[in-house]
């Protein structure tokens, strides 16, 4: 699995339930890397989209047991949510937010898609600072960019602690592919 966030100078990803900074070419960036995969997002985060996402399964963790949406699979646990993606191709599965499901999958991801945003907006809601981390490093640093006045880049980090192993045929998995 892979995660997907813009962050902020300070890490902030969002605020009053949504992205407090959006760019035209993140979210573009987002949807090619998403696009034919499978995103995970919090209930408010999909509803901060205000729709599934096309071409993607889309799956919304949430405990309210009574959500439901069409077009979308709901899970009501992260184990819940990796059975729904034990088929998938882990490299096309990405968490997207908000902050408390990136805080209980980030461990269990290979890569972060890291757009740094050199803004500091007031924010409520943070990722953990990954350039700080002893488990992540960063893979590749993206070429700073401008969009409307705001400078910004897409990084890529790697979680030092998640050792791929080979896949396992017939559909099995060995929990790391996940």
């Known amino acids: 699995m892979q995660l997907i966030v813009a962050v902020n100078s300070d890490w902030g990803i969002g605020y009053n339930n949504t992205q407090s900074v959006v760019l035209p070419e993140d979210r573009r960036h987002f949807k090619a890397l998403t696009d034919g995969g499978t995103v995970i997002a919090g209930r408010k985060t999909f509803e901060d989209f205000g729709r599934p ?74 990722f953990p600072n990954l350039d700080e981390s002893s ?24 979680n030092n602690s998640i050792r791929r192993a080979p896949a396992i045929p017939h559909g099995g998995t060995n929990g790391h592919d996940i």
């Open 53 to 126: 996402l096309p071409n993607r399964k889309n799956i919304v963790l949430t405990r309210n047991m009574s959500y439901n949406v069409d077009g979308i699979i709901i899970a009501h646990s992260v184990d819940e949510a990796l059975t729904f993606v034990a088929g998938d191709d882990a490299d096309m599965v990405f968490i997207i937010g908000g902050g408390s499901i990136y805080t209980q999958f980030l461990n269990m991801c290979s890569h972060a898609h890291v757009t740094k945003i050199n803004a500091m907006p007031p924010s409520d809601t943070y």
């Open 135 to 158: 488990n992540w490093y960063p893979e590749r640093r993206g070429e700073p960019a401008i969009s409307s006045g705001v400078e910004f880049s897409f990084d890529i980090y790697h």
